[in-house]
């Protein structure tokens, strides 16, 4: 069975400090995709990125960065120099390439305290 | 623009009736999705259809009906055996296995 596991149900951090958010999955495919969302208050989830399996190399956006080890099935998300706006909940994602279901985790909200 | 568009944002349902949320996109995108947000909970798979005429239960389908006649149009009918139907639900969309684009929710409250 596929599973996309969240284990920090809540984290808060000081403004400027680094944060990981952790993303671990669970799968038997071969050939999958990974994502994080964010959901600002607002509601409406905004894409951040997307992975193939194939592709382990680490991607840097800005601030943001991913981390993505098949050894460990793990897609860990950091937030470099926190900002307030940073404060959201974040969702990592798996979908199979045999099939359109996007299966998420329960989430890490993020508190980023000024 | 294109996006997808829900509505309404906010709804009331007395005890005993269906309601429908509506959900359409101009993405041309094949698949959509509706998801239930409860605190705490995280995003629940309820439908989600691939093709046109086809769907598929999610997770937690019991009390949920849908249809997907257009390819734009993905309605969601809450009916009376959804026994605590109180939640944001959220109606998204992809195109194969790329980036899903998420409409800005409907919420369900019970009156």
């Known amino acids: 069975a596929q599973k996309v596991t969240q284990a920090q149900t809540e984290i808060s951090v000081v403004e400027k400090e680094d944060v990981t958010l952790d993303c671990v999955y669970e799968t038997r495919d071969t050939t999958y995709y990974l994502f994080w969302y964010k959901q600002p208050p607002s509601g409406e989830l905004v894409f951040l990125i997307r992975r193939n399996s194939f592709d382990e190399q680490n991607e840097i956006s800005g601030r943001y960065s991913w981390n993505f080890q098949k050894s460990t099935s793990s897609f860990n998300f950091t937030i470099t120099a926190s900002q307030v706006v940073d404060s959201a909940v974040y969702f990592c994602a798996l979908v199979l390439n045999r099939d359109d279901k996007i299966i998420f985790g329960k989430g890490t909200r993020l508190h980023i305290l000024p | 623009d294109g996006g997808i568009t829900q509505s309404p944002k906010y709804l009331f349902r007395k005890e005993g009736q269906n309601v429908t949320l509506s959900c359409e996109q101009n993405l041309n995108h094949d698949a959509m999705y509706w998801y239930r947000q409860d605190p705490g909970q995280g995003l629940r798979l309820i439908y989600y259809?691939?093709?046109?005429?086809?769907?598929q239960k999610g997770d937690i389908a019991e009390g949920y009906s849908v249809s997907r006649e257009k390819k734009e149009s993905f309605p969601l009918t809450v009916t009376s055996a959804q026994k605590n139907p109180t939640a944001f639900y959220l109606c998204a969309s992809s195109f194969g296995q790329s980036e899903a684009f998420f409409g800005q929710g409907t919420r369900l409250t019970v009156v």
């Open positions: 259809s691939q093709i046109v005429n086809d769907f």
